[in-house]
């Protein structure tokens, strides 16, 4: 299998030249050059696996330069009963007669994204120490993507972690989840300043080709196609479980996906382009719509940091959806001038596109199955308060978002699974606003405010963290 630039570059790929890459040296974003086909003897094979030969079996045909023995070593280290708290490893919840809860946040951060970086943590071990080469990982988080990163890289061979985040300004759970790792490899830099500013650094430090050739910096951030690749499973393991086994294939489920990056659901999108039989795929926002706001009208239009809002479902607060272009690649025709043009180009010069009049634009319901919804803080609180009245479950921030906009598009017989992406403890105060009392905190969480923190306040700055990444790369 071979992976192609979204912006049409005439380079063709292979998996772990592009594993340790960020974006195509056009400055797209790499695909697949065709999705593989998976007929219904095939699903009937796969129904019944455990999840991690699941895993295997799905990232087998995109992976074509480790073999087969080791990949299969490599999913079955990672998805285990141990780390993922369950032998379904993503347990399906029934909320009500067609209406189903996806755990994908039962790993060792409680958020969704644990599915893709514990894989990641295992790829990059494996292909560093097969190279003989090292990385240092520089990041920048506002809470989930770097906790997870950590607990995915902590103890691993050939990789270090710097994570930038901005001080004071993330949750106490997620500050103390964080700090609180003790491993070597595993760097805390508190910025003086906010999440921009920590962006900021890390977009300087990548750009000083010098600096970041000498320290082999590198990333882990949701384009990488490997962490999309491992996030279509669930929607697989989904399927399987909301499904009867006969006639494979023919029966529908619907999937809502909180979203943000469209990371995740765009590997909804892909399994769907593998012919896993998805009827909806339903896109949730929360305040922060850009996305709602393209599959309602066609129009792209990239906020300013000051119409981003900060919401009670953080993580999906974006100003621009990184994971997008994917999805209009294949929208398009898969016409990599045409994406250049307006990614590269127009939405530089002007922030925004328009595809309204494009036939395309008009096939994404009926071709692709998007559809999409918002929600707004309001509509979280109440849908929190509803689910715990009536199901004795109590969801997240951002699964209520995307319960929220799954139930304005059921369709009678169609399962519809609504992917949990978080665990409710990670923002406790939206619980306590809704519930009046603290979420469940899981016991290996129990009293981790206290631990000792292990974390360096800097000044914002990329010189300042320059410094401290010399430092410590012996
Ligand atoms: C990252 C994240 C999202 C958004 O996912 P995308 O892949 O960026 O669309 C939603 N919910 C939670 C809890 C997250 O951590």
Redesign the pocket.
Known sequence: MFYVSTRGHPDRKHFCEILLEGLAPDGGLYLPERYPHVDAATLARWRGLPYADLAFEILSLYIDDIPADDLRAICRKTYTTEIFGTKEIVPLKKLEDGVYLEGL?NGPTL???DMAMQLLGNLFEYELARRGEELNILGATSG??GSAAEYAMRGKKGVRVFMTSPHGRMSPFQQAQMFSLQDENIHNIAIEGVFDDCQDIVKAVSNDLEFKRKYRIGTVN?INWARLVAQVVYYFAGYFQATSPHPEGTRQVSFS?????????CAGHVARMMGLPIEKLVLATNENDVLDEFFRTGVYRVRAAADTHETS?P??D?SK?S?FERFVFDLLGRDGARVKSLFGEQLGREGRFDLSGDAAFRQARERYGFISGKSTHADRIATIRDTHARFGTTI?T?TADGLKVAREHLTPGVPMIVLE??LPI?FAASIVEALGHEPERPAKFEGIEQLPKRVTVLASGAQAVKGFIARHCG
């Not at 996906?257 to 659901?265: A, E, K, L, T």
């Open positions: 946040s958020a969704f994204k989930d993507t949701s996906v909180p979203s943000g990056n469209f990371g995740n659901i479902s993580s999906m974006i959806a994971n997240d951002h992406t978080a990670k």
